[in-house]
């Protein structure tokens, strides 16, 4: 076995222009130093082999290269976020979803509230960083390559690695290994052609491609950024105040031309319609008079990918947390304001109702706690969550506890749900207490877990899930319908204890968590 260390582009795009290898190659233990041409929209680099990873590792660094920026050279996320702000606030979009007459609702003079909404890119920090191991068999009559990799599409790293090998798909093995954590990014291209270019250099050796922690966090498919305005049109007073009236407009980049761009010409790719832009929006389960559901396609020029739950993710967070303040505005609860919405949805009212009993809403809450709720609908399920806020002695916020309640048909394997509503909250809690990539002069900021911060067991809450007896004979989805509720109802729990609006994520320099 032979191992390999990656060199990876500043700036997503950038070329290599010259490589000095000389300090490199006084290093004891190092093979080979190679380019690995990027293609199917993955970044060119350079591959480092050596005896050991510490050596390639040592050898890649004592590397000097010399990179042409591009287009991206000035790439920032603050300069992005005023795109999408604009997109929301001024242009109209595709619609999604229509349903009454808004324009008689807003001729009717009922009163008009708006809000806007915001979420940063965020990466996947996967316990385990990107890898990928490679053997180029000559011994046979025909070449061979195999293929050893944790990832989520095999046949897409069979296509990239024919083309990057020279061979036909017949002689491409791929074996799909344990993901030590997917979430939709491992099926990164580069460190599958950086492990072919090595084997290819060094046939009939395995050789291993290892990413550290901070090329997994600086060159991930990020979730992208998005941006959402809703307005909300209310009739009447306290007592028999109604929402009439919802224009929903979101805005981001499109993930589906992303990925297909790197199979089918770009202008091809953008033509083909991304429902994950606005899926959890559109095809919501609250009834009104009238409502329009728009998206504004708003291209970005780095990478980005699918992030756990994709469009859901973000859509809950706009969603749900603007139903707690239409609920505000009309001085009623939220809890019962969901259920008159969800009257054409009984299956949602009912896990909402759920978690609403086993939390014990309609019970007083102690001096110093807040329950917020949010419900979700996606991948053939529906997963209502109430989270207990505590303001602790010093005046900091800690998450007590998170009741789930879910129907996700029939229920195959009870714990393995528990378990995997345990661990999409904890993922979705993180990223919106945390979770932000910040790009600055092309450059991503963050690196490591000092600043790209996941949630600590210290301030993981406790999780209770109950499993609704589901009318569905087949089962739905449970890896990633726990997580959009998570972000709109621990926002919504933070308002109900501080008094403090959010609408723009992360929390946690708005607010001060344990």
Not at 312 to 331: G, P
Request: with cysteine; net charge neutral; charged share 20%.
């Amino acid at each position: 076995m032979l191992y390999a260390a990656a060199v990876m582009p500043p700036v997503p795009g950038a070329q290599i222009v010259l490589v000095r290898e000389d300090d490199a190659r006084k290093i004891q233990g190092l093979r080979t130093i190679t380019r690995v041409p990027g293609i199917m929209g993955a970044a060119n680099s350079i591959v480092v082999v050596a005896d050991d990873t510490w050596t390639a590792l040592r050898a890649a660094n004592a590397l000097k290269v010399e990179w042409d920026a591009g287009v991206n050279a000035d790439f920032s996320s603050e300069a992005y976020l005023d795109t999408l702000l604009t997109a929301v606030n001024e242009q109209t979009g595709t619609r999604w979803h229509a349903e009454g007459d808004l324009e008689a609702v807003e001729r009717s003079g009922a009163r008009r509230f708006d809000a806007v909404y915001t979420v940063p890119m965020l990466a996947h920090a996967a316990m385990e960083p990107a890898s990928c191991t490679a053997l180029y068999e000559t011994h046979r009559k025909q070449a061979r390559l195999q293929i050893w990799a944790p990832t989520q599409n095999p046949g897409l790293y069979a296509q990239a690695a024919a083309k990057a090998a020279d061979l036909s798909p017949d002689q491409i093995t791929v074996t799909p290994t344990l993901l030590g954590g997917g979430f939709g990014y491992k099926g990164l291209l580069e460190p599958l052609l950086q492990a072919v270019a090595a084997a290819k250099l060094h046939r009939d050796r395995h050789v291993q491609v290892s990413w550290t922690r901070e090329q997994d966090i600086r060159h991930d498919l990020y979730r992208p950024p998005a941006a959402a305005k809703s307005s909300a049109w209310l009739t009447g007073d306290e007592k028999s105040g109604r929402w009439v009236g919802w224009r929903f407009r979101s805005a981001g980049p499109s993930i589906a031309a992303s990925m297909m761009a790197r199979t089918l010409p770009r202008w091809l790719a953008r033509r083909i319609p991304d429902k994950t832009t606005s899926e959890g929006a559109f095809d919501g389960p609250y009834a009104l008079d009238a409502q329009e559901i728009y998206h504004v396609d708003t291209p970005i020029s780095v990478p980005i990918g699918y992030w756990r739950a994709v469009g859901h993710s973000h859509q809950a967070f706009f969603v749900e947390s603007f139903l707690d303040e239409v609920a505000h505005e009309l001085r009623q609860d939220p809890l019962e304001l969901r259920l008159r919405k969800l009257r054409n949805a009984a299956r949602e009212a009912e896990v909402l109702q759920m978690a609403a009993r086993e939390a014990g809403w309609s019970k007083p809450q102690p001096m110093g706690s807040a329950l917020g709720l949010a419900i979700h609908s996606s991948f053939g399920s529906s997963c209502a969550q109430v989270v207990q806020l505590v303001r602790e002695d010093d005046g900091r916020v800690r998450i007590e506890r998170v009741v789930c309640a879910i129907d996700c048909g029939f229920a195959v394997h009870p714990d393995l749900i528990a378990q995997q509503m345990e661990g999409a909250i904890i993922f979705g809690l993180t990223a919106a207490l945390y979770g932000r990539i910040n790009y600055k002069d092309g450059q991503v900021q963050q690196r490591n877990f000092p600043d790209y911060r996941l949630m600590s067991m210290r301030s993981a809450p406790r999780v209770d899930t109950f499993i609704v007896p589901s009318r569905a004979s087949e089962p739905g989805g449970i890896g990633e319908v726990a997580l959009p509720p998570a972000a709109p109802a621990l926002c919504n729990a933070a308002f109900r204890l501080t008094g403090k609006r959010i609408r723009d994520l992360p929390i946690a320099k708005q607010l001060p968590f344990v």
